[in-house]
């Protein structure tokens, strides 16, 4: 739907179709990608951290985060290119992109996705990022990625903590709260990553971000908007990362008003709840 939203308005005509490979059944795939003709595909879990062995090239951006979730199948080989980070910070505001710069982010969990909201982040020059995880031991994967991120971007000057509780001195600051777990994601979407409490220290100009887009408004985002904070929610991430591979894959540039159309039509075809 969003792929052939996109073939229709650059006036390119192509196909983007599912294709269910079964783990086993991978490693063939691949390395028949030449048989395939086709000039790229997306990955989704689990092979998005699989797929980086299999390529010829890989963007910095892959390589910081870790995973590949867009390929270009070029004449000598595959290129792998992660798309998520671009697609986190590009639907926000010139104002709040510009702010994050010097700001303090809190970010809630530290999996796959957290990688990608970290190197944008860095990128844009914030301060400090604190990573609420209920695991250290799993987040340290992702902890010591960021960190290598930091220092290839930034030569480390961005303070990245860890924390299993929120204390509201984390929160006074923050100028961005990011969800990166899946609380409160459809059929669970009575949950809440972090207490309703934590939503009262956060300060006025605080932007809460979900990367949840089902339900479109989490109970994080309804909470934070009945405290009349700015909030975001993940579906316009969705759309840019999905622009940005198809860009990655025809090298045709889509317009704001071509990203703006394919919110309704995604939001159409996938029915969400909005009952809170
Ligand atoms: P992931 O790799 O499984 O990471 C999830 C993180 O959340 C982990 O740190 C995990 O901690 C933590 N977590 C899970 N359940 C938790 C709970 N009950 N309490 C506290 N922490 C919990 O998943 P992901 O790929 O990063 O995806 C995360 C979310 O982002 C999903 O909802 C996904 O749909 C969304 N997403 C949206 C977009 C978009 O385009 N909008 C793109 C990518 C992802 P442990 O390690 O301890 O399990």
């Given at each position: 739907?969003?792929?052939?939203?996109?073939?229709?308005?650059?006036?390119?005509?192509?196909?983007?179709?599912?294709?269910?490979?079964?783990?086993?059944?991978?490693?063939?795939?691949?390395?028949?990608?030449?048989?395939?003709?086709?000039?790229?595909?997306?990955?989704?879990?689990?092979?998005?951290?699989?797929?980086?062995?299999?390529?010829?090239?890989?963007?910095?951006?892959?390589?910081?985060?870790?995973?590949?979730?867009?390929?270009?199948?070029?004449?000598?080989?595959?290129?792998?290119?992660?798309?998520d980070?671009?697609g986190f910070i590009a639907p926000l505001?010139?104002?709040?992109?510009?702010?994050?710069?010097?700001?303090?982010?809190?970010?809630l969990g530290?999996?796959?996705a957290c990688?990608a909201v970290?190197?944008?982040?860095?990128?844009?020059?914030?301060?400090?990022?604190?990573?609420?995880?209920?695991?250290?031991?799993?987040?340290?994967?992702?902890?010591?990625?960021?960190?290598?991120?930091?220092?290839?971007?930034?030569?480390?000057?961005?303070?990245?903590?860890?924390?299993?509780?929120?204390?509201?001195?984390?929160?006074?600051?923050?100028?961005?709260?990011v969800n990166t777990t899946p609380v409160g994601m459809s059929?669970?979407?009575?949950?809440?990553p972090?207490?309703?409490?934590?939503?009262?220290?956060?300060?006025?100009?605080?932007?809460v971000y979900d990367l949840i887009y089902n339900p479109l408004e989490t109970?994080l985002l309804?909470?934070?908007?009945?405290?009349?904070?700015?909030t975001c929610d993940g579906l316009d991430m969705l759309i840019y990362q999905g622009?940005?591979?198809?860009?990655?894959?025809?090298?045709?540039?889509?317009?704001?008003?071509?990203?703006?159309?394919?919110r309704?039509?995604l939001l159409?075809?996938m029915?969400f709840?909005?009952?809170?």
């Open positions: 739907m969003l792929q052939e939203h996109f073939f229709s308005c650059s006036g390119l005509s192509g196909s983007y179709e599912k294709l269910e490979i079964p783990p086993d059944d991978l490693p063939d795939w691949m390395d028949r990608w030449q048989e395939h003709q086709l000039d790229g595909f997306n990955v989704t879990i689990p092979y998005k951290i699989q797929m980086l062995a299999s390529m010829k090239r890989i963007s910095p951006e892959a390589d910081f985060i870790g995973a590949v979730n867009t390929v270009l199948v070029k004449s000598d080989g595959l290129y792998g290119e992660n798309t980070s671009y505001s010139p104002e709040v992109k510009a702010s994050l710069a010097g700001a303090d982010v809190v970010v530290a999996g796959g990688r970290a190197y944008a982040l860095l990128k844009k020059g914030v301060k400090n990022i604190t990573f609420w995880i209920r695991n250290p031991e799993r987040a340290q994967a992702t902890l010591q990625l960021v960190q290598s991120m930091n220092r290839y971007l930034r030569d480390g000057e961005a303070g990245l903590f860890l924390k299993t509780t929120l204390e509201p001195a984390e929160l006074v600051t923050a100028r961005m709260l059929p669970n979407i009575e949950a809440m972090l207490d309703a409490n934590c939503i009262s220290s956060l300060p006025e100009n605080a932007l109970r309804k909470a934070s908007r009945e405290r009349g904070l700015v622009a940005r591979a198809f860009t990655h894959w025809t090298g045709a540039a889509l317009t704001t008003e071509d990203l703006q159309a394919a309704p039509l159409n075809a029915s709840p909005v009952k809170h």
